[in-house]
């Protein structure tokens, strides 16, 4: 591996060696000669662009993949990881991406799903199951009930799940990749204090983040990986910037290029009066927003987690009703939950979770790029597949989607390109007005600047859009305006050097209640929810 660093401090007992891995895929090298070692008592972070190999290789160590080539070491000697269960005898446990959880079954039968205690006449103890199920959720301090259905929880709380879940296990090398996407600040710091207790027991630690200031908070050391190949080991106090330069083997100048509009258009987006109730005696989703997006305009929606974001943004596009007010699109007052009309109208919306909402994820990237237009590219019943491949080509080519070929299922990439896709799917749809709901969540500061520099191609074309973060600098380095949302209402409109951190944060936590109601700690940092 070159780049070493002598500096990296050396840890404990060697847990885990992965030496020379390759592994191929049709028409993709995923990994070239890895190489990795975990210690016992250390956080080893592992960095690289979307694509880069990262989740192949956690996927070998799961048991999902074999190498085709190297060696897998565990505690000196060579093993082969054939299943999840070979991996757990091993003391191998992983917290992957996407939920392995059954939604039909409570929180405790997931938590020990194949693994319940038994009574002494071979039954299953419930009593014993929900009591371990109830103290594994204390110590990820999640405050639902064992016996609580995993349908019903949202997605930091099945997280939050999949940690409890690995905890049970006892493992002596815990994966975890990307665990912090979905979690407000304060359940980060609940994750980095549980990870800390476990380092602090020998446990050693194989860390995946996109946010590059966690590595020197929580890691120690860092093996960076690039176009399948581990390009470097340095220490985690290693400086930003080196790591990006590293990741994607350039510089990059600005973090948020974006160029504002001269003079914004007409509106493209008018809503007033917007508002949803609640359920009986609840209080309402949202209540009298109002707001205008401009073609060549960004204008960034930020808040507390649960000020009523996402839902608008729903509420915009048709899949959810609304009870009263109007949304109109270039002049034209849309139908409300209809989200053919919507698409008609030059509305597009890239939803905050991907995988479950903006993917068919076994269908190919060229069915997913082009399903917004299905009706484009039909003539008397008949699909266009030349056309419909010509296209995707383009708008694949311009994203640098890494891929095999536009037939490759859209389950097998990379969380970033996923999200191209997403996007792509809207430009080929001729999308005027985009919705962005968490757009940069999971990918990497390549992608993430790439992502942006589009936003700037859209908006200068007069495309307008509408974006959701929870990354507070985001919102404020790409937006040229800045709503805030609390409770459901709009509370404030900063523009110029008034929009903030500092001003965001004072108007969703004045407005929420603050510490009243135990939202503030959402906001530290760059995570408003």
């Not at 929880?153 to 002596?172: F, P």
Request: proline content about 4%.
């Amino acid at each position: 591996m070159t780049g070493v660093n002598d500096d990296v401090p050396a840890g404990g007992r060697e847990l885990l060696r992965v030496e020379g891995v390759t592994k191929s895929f049709p028409g993709v090298r995923a990994l070239d000669g890895v190489d990795l070692t975990l210690r016992a008592g250390e956080v080893h972070v592992l960095l690289g662009e979307n694509g880069a190999g990262k989740s192949t290789l956690i996927k070998m160590l799961a048991g999902a993949h074999r190498p085709d080539e190297g060696r897998i070491v565990v505690d000196g000697a060579e093993v082969t990881v054939r299943s999840a269960q070979d991996a757990e005898r091993l003391g191998i446990a992983t917290i992957h991406q996407e939920f392995n959880l059954v939604p039909g079954l409570t929180v405790a039968e997931n938590l020990f799903l194949g693994r319940q205690p038994r009574t002494a006449l071979g039954l299953v103890d419930r009593r014993a199951m929900r009591a371990r199920a109830a103290e594994l959720l204390a110590r990820v301090r999640l405050g639902v009930s064992p016996a609580a259905p995993v349908a019903g929880l949202g997605i930091a709380q099945l997280q939050m799940v999949e940690i409890a879940k690995a905890l049970s296990l006892d493992a002596r090398v815990l994966i975890m990749d990307e665990p912090t996407a979905v979690l407000t600040s304060e359940e980060v710091a609940t994750l980095f204090g549980i990870v800390r207790e476990l380092r602090a027991s020998g446990v050693g630690v194989v860390f995946i983040t996109h946010h590059l200031e966690e590595i020197a908070a929580l890691g120690d050391r860092v093996t960076v990986l690039r176009d399948g190949r581990s390009v470097a080991e340095v220490p985690a106090t290693t400086p930003e910037d080196d790591l990006i330069r590293l990741m994607v083997g350039r510089d990059i100048a600005e973090q948020y290029p974006r160029r504002p509009p001269e003079e914004p258009g007409a509106p493209r987006l008018r809503v007033r009066g917007l508002g949803r109730g609640g359920g009986r005696g609840e209080r309402p989703v949202f209540t009298d927003i109002g707001f205008e997006v401009r073609a060549g305009e960004v204008v960034g929606l930020a808040g507390l987690v649960g000020a009523g974001r996402t839902e608008v943004a729903r509420a915009l596009f048709g899949v959810d009703r609304y009870d009263t007010g109007t949304v109109e699109v270039d002049g034209r007052e849309l139908a409300r939950g209809d989200v053919r009309a919507a698409m008609r109208a030059g509305l597009g919306l890239v939803p905050e979770d991907r995988k479950s909402q903006g993917l068919l994820l076994d269908a190919s990237l060229r069915d997913n790029l082009t399903l917004a237009r299905l009706d484009r590219d039909t003539r008397g019943g008949l699909v266009d597949r030349r056309a419909q491949r010509r296209a995707a080509a383009e708008v694949a080519e311009r994203l640098k989607v890494r891929m095999s070929g536009l037939e490759q299922s859209a389950r097998t990439l990379s969380g970033g390109n996923q999200q191209k896709i997403v996007i792509g799917k809207w430009l080929l749809a001729g999308a005027r007005l985009l919705i962005l709901d968490e757009p940069t969540r999971g990918v990497d500061v390549g992608a993430k600047v790439e992502i942006y520099q589009l936003v700037n191609e859209l908006t200068a074309a007069g495309c307008a859009v509408l974006m959701i973060s929870s990354d507070l600098p985001e919102v404020l380095g790409m937006s040229d305006r800045v709503l805030v949302m609390a409770q459901g209402r709009l509370v404030g409109e900063l523009a110029g050097e008034a929009a903030t951190q500092d001003a965001v944060m004072e108007l969703a936590v004045r407005s929420a209640g603050g510490v009243e109601n135990g939202n503030e700690s959402a906001m530290e940092g760059s995570d408003v929810g």
